[in-house]
């Protein structure tokens, strides 16, 4: 090594061709001692990065298979290569892009991608947006850009409410908490029989409050919920919030990616007149962990939070990454974006997230014929079915692998359908291995 942490250029061969073997094999599981303790070597390992590669191999296999085609739990999305490949570039070139003049092509290049999100949702031109490592941390930003345009910046917040369904994802409870809003400001309100933000209650619960001199001051909605994926009633929220003068937030980390195919963009309705929307790229864009993104109506009300300057900082920051989000120095996440979307064009995006919704009808048709009690009829790509107790059995047989949740506090069987990967011989993988665990 040149100078300790500089490969040579032909450490720097080996080492990127043995990394890209160990990639393009599957992972095998290794045995091994030591896997649990605290080990960091004050020399290089022995084994150099071979056997750096097997430790990995083996923490790789040992985790929920995120990557397989018949994962259906949780949130899918896959993690397409084309993506990584652009974190792995981005990683070497690491250039500095918190500020637009610093890397001006590369924040443009990434401020393509937000506009052109922007437009999808259907959003007006004055809107913009900030990629985030998630879907928490953009529904953190959504709230707080919430709390300074309504409430100000006087920094009380007593009195503060907002109010979110029953089957509101925590991350949006989690990030109130954060924004300095005392917990139980954070109204639950009743979801209907069909698991979607009731709005008769919304409205008295937001009367009530108002006549005992609380603040109102957000709504919100799911699109859709991590449960069921049901959709709130996104237009009347909206109209609501405009005529009450609340912001109006959309956490669509699961079901937001939809609008990009016809099918989604009908049901989705609604959602362009959010004042912010939370989307989880790494969900239903199907890129590795790490890349999520909050959209707002008004770019002015992200930069009236995070704008500052200072002596150390140029003055054209404008369009910089770092006026419009809490980050200064960070990773170059536009590329995992921009990259695969110039790869591979938007249609293919499009065709899958449609694909999706009609596997996930398809099931559901054949679900029906079955001895199970569905719960709801799917709005997006989960469905929810009694009994709870399926994941464990249908998880024995290796062909897909699923996690049950609780619906109003019963155990239920849940198919989330959203990893590109998963095609309908997956689907029909998963149907036979419910008859059979059944
Ligand atoms: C509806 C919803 N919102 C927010 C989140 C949190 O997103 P992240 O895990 O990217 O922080 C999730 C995660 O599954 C979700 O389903």
């Known amino acids: ?81 084309s993506a990584a490949l652009a974190n792995f570039l981005g990683n070497i070139a690491n250039r500095y892009t918190g500020i637009e003049d610093q ?20 959003l007006p031109d004055t809107a913009f947006g900030i990629l985030t490592s998630g879907g928490s941390i953009a529904n953190l930003t959504g709230i707080i850009a919430a709390r300074v345009q309504i409430l100000g910046d006087s920094g ?3 009195k503060a409410r907002l109010y979110v369904s029953d089957q509101v994802h925590h991350s949006v409870q989690k990030a109130a908490f954060l924004a300095g809003i005392p917990k139980n400001n954070c109204v639950n309100i009743k979801s209907d029989d069909v698991f979607r933000l009731s709005m008769p209650d919304l409205k008295s619960q937001v009367e009530s409050d108002r006549q005992e001199g609380l603040k109102p001051f957000l709504v919100v909605g799911s699109a859709g919920t991590t449960n069921t994926g049901a959709i709130d009633p996104l237009e009347l929220l909206a109209d609501y919030c405009r005529q009450e ?10 079901g937001g990616a939809f609008v990009l195919c016809e099918s989604g963009k009908t049901k989705l309705k609604g959602i362009e007149q959010a004042d912010s929307i939370t989307i989880d790229p790494h969900k239903g864009l199907f890129l590795p962990y790490g890349t999520g993104c909050l959209l707002v109506k008004d770019r002015s009300s992200l930069l009236k939070v995070h704008s500052y300057e200072a002596d150390y900082l140029t003055a054209s920051q404008r369009d910089s990454p770092a006026s419009l989000g809490p980050e200064l120095s960070r990773e170059y996440r536009g590329i995992r974006l921009w990259l695969p979307l110039m790869l591979h064009g938007a249609g293919v995006f499009r065709q899958a997230l449609a694909e999706k919704l009609e ?20 709005e997006l790509s989960t469905i929810v079915f009694k009994p709870g107790d399926l994941a464990e059995r249908v998880n024995s047989y290796g062909r897909v692998y699923l996690a049950p949740t609780k619906l109003r506090g ?11 990967r998963t095609h309908f011989e997956q689907v029909q993988a998963c149907l036979e291995d419910i008859r059979k665990a059944l």
């Open 245 to 254: 003068g609340l912001w109006f937030h959309i956490d669509a980390a699961y």
């Open 156 to 158: 009380d917040f007593s």
């Open 1 to 81: 090594m040149q100078n300790g942490l500089e490969p040579s250029p032909e450490e720097w061969d080996t080492w990127t061709r043995q990394v890209l073997d160990f990639v393009c094999k599957a992972p095998s599981p290794l045995g091994g001692e030591g896997w649990g303790e605290v080990f960091v070597p004050e020399q290089p390992l022995p084994g150099g990065l071979p056997a750096i590669l097997e430790l990995l191999a083996h923490g790789f296999h040992e985790a929920i298979p995120t990557v397989s085609p018949g994962f259906m739990a949780y949130v899918p999305g896959g993690g397409i290569r």
């Open 359 to 378: 596997l996930t009808y398809w099931l559901y048709e054949e679900l029906q014929k079955l001895p199970v009690q569905i719960l709801c009829k799917p």
């Open 103 to 122: 890397a001006p092509i590369l924040v443009g290049f990434e401020n393509q991608v937000i506009g052109w999100l922007c437009r999808e949702f259907g």
């Open 410 to 420: 019963e155990l239920a069987s849940r198919v989330c359908i959203l990893s590109f």
